[in-house]
């Protein structure tokens, strides 16, 4: 079975800087997909960024970004330039890359605050 | 843009009750997801479907059970709420594989 793991409950950052959030999985299969969510008040989760295993290149949306090691098994998020709606929960996600009735692992989340 | 819809965002019901949470997607999807959202535990999962009237058993399936009858919708039941219960619970869907599309939740108290 796949296990996600963010370390970092809670974490602080000042507007405009960079802030990086942690996570490690672990798992047996070799073609898989990771990702980043983000839960803001609001309570929509929103997908942030996308990362197939098969892909070298880290991939990048706009101010986010990940820095994936895949002999680490280790899966972190970027923001740059962070502002006061970034403050949200982050989630870290697994999932298999199967034919059907792929499920994803989730991690217990990392929240987010931005100051100002 | 993928919408899925939960039939209620706060929810108060009494121990013992039957509970029914829906959720609908309008994107033709094949899989559906029920989750509970807790502190500190992230997204567990319950059930999930990949097809019309077929369920499979997530992580925490005890004490819930789910219906799809139709693609575009699937439901949580809670046959007899328990305070145990009480929690946010997230709807999802998805194509084969991939991301997931969320609701927007419904926060279900059991008093």
């Known amino acids: 079975a796949q296990t996600v793991t963010q370390s970092q409950p809670e974490m602080s950052v000042q507007e405009a800087e960079t802030v990086t959030l942690s996570c490690t999985y672990d798992t047996s299969e070799n073609n898989y997909y990771l990702f980043w969510y983000k839960q803001p008040p609001s309570r929509q989760m929103i997908l942030v960024i996308r990362q197939e295993a098969y892909k070298q290149q880290n991939a990048t949306e706009n101010r986010f970004s990940v820095n994936f090691q895949k002999a680490a098994k280790s899966f972190s998020l970027k923001i740059s330039d962070s502002q006061l709606g970034d403050t949200a929960m982050y989630f870290c996600a697994f999932g298999r890359a199967e034919t059907s009735g792929s499920r994803l692992t989730f991690g217990e989340g990392t929240q987010l605050t931005v100051n100002p | 843009d993928v919408k899925v819809t939960q039939s209620s965002r706060y929810l108060v019901k009494r121990t013992g009750e039957k509970v029914f949470l829906e959720c609908v997607q309008d994107?033709?999807?094949?899989?559906m997801f029920w989750y509970r959202q807790d502190p500190g535990l992230g997204l567990r999962l319950i059930y999930f479907?990949?097809?019309?009237?077929?369920?499979e058993k997530g992580d925490i399936p005890e004490g819930y059970s789910v219906s799809r009858e139709k693609k575009e919708r699937f439901s949580l039941i809670l046959e007899s709420a328990s305070t145990n219960q009480t929690s946010m619970y997230l709807c999802?869907?998805?194509?084969?594989?991939?991301?997931?599309?969320f609701g927007p939740g419904t926060r279900l108290t059991v008093t």
């Open positions: 999802a869907s998805s194509l084969t594989f991939g991301e997931q599309y």
């Open positions: 479907s990949y097809d019309v009237k077929m369920k």
């Open positions: 994107m033709d999807h094949e899989n």
